[in-house]
């Protein structure tokens, strides 16, 4: 376990689309241990988007990689997540 742990944390992914699917991946991503993140979306979240997105209202209008990725570093400081919009 503590080799896998270490994979992991070394491992660094990139995530194009961060919607509703690319949403949870991230998230599944996240919580498995990943330890570095690169988010690449050039939307923003939209009223459509909320009852299937992982984000909520307040991010409304903000680019869903930005705010994804500011929600993972609050959750979990322990990751390194960027954002590309």
Known sequence: ???EARQ???AHVWVIGCG???GLVIRGLASAGIGRLTLVDEERLE???LGRHVLG???LG???ATALAEQLRGQLP???VDAIN
Do not use: T
């Open 8 to 10: 992991l944390a070394a």
């Open 57 to 59: 209202v307040q991010d």
């Open 1 to 3: 376990f503590d080799l």
């Open 20 to 22: 509703s699917l690319g």
């Open 78 to 80: 322990h990751i390194n």
């Open 47 to 49: 009223v459509p988007n």
């Open 62 to 64: 903000r680019y869903k």
